[in-house]
């Protein structure tokens, strides 16, 4: 959908000089390529991403064109996350959340080999780098929790249910703020002022 993006504000209020625009997507293309998995093969899958992180890459570039600079988060590793850790449980044919590890990884390979990256128009935001320390580093950040998420989404009230209802009337009993997911997917609230923070300082640090 970026492509559609990008052309719909086009269009509304284009785009120029001194404009700053955040792209975070991704994510969607791994799991879309993963969940072909074993009927697809790995090889295939990999181009498959690889394949996607070229177009994200060719249209964050497009978008330098256009005049503003560009904030590109890397896509989450998948394997580090609690919908990696439920497919790694769940199946027994290989192990998947080092399958979606690997997807994630030749995604984002694609993407930053595809930018122009040379810190003129584009800054990154290394999140497949962070929430792998949060997985792999006890209480790295200070997430003492980096497994399952915060929010019981038995009890959301939106149709369908979702992370965006992560509130204290939805939390499960013992969650706080040292959980690092909302959900499966999704960050919790603290880790979206992780990002944030990861945004603020790329923006001001980044030679653009």
Known sequence: DLTAQIDAQQSESPFQEGDMVTVMVGMYDVIAAYEQYPAVSEPELIGVVEAAGAETGRQVNHLTDLGPKVLLATVFDMGFTPFGAAERAAHA?????????RLTFRYNASMRATIVNDGRKIGLILMDEYVTEVGTVPGFGGFTNSTMGVCDLTRSTFVPPSSLDCTAQTLIPGG?????WAD?????????SVLGTLALNRAQNNPF
């Open 93 to 101: 044919d290989t192990d998947r959340a080092a399958l979606l590890s």
């Open 176 to 180: 706080t703020s040292t959980y690092f």
């Open 184 to 192: 499966e997917r999704h960050l919790s609230a603290t880790g979206q």
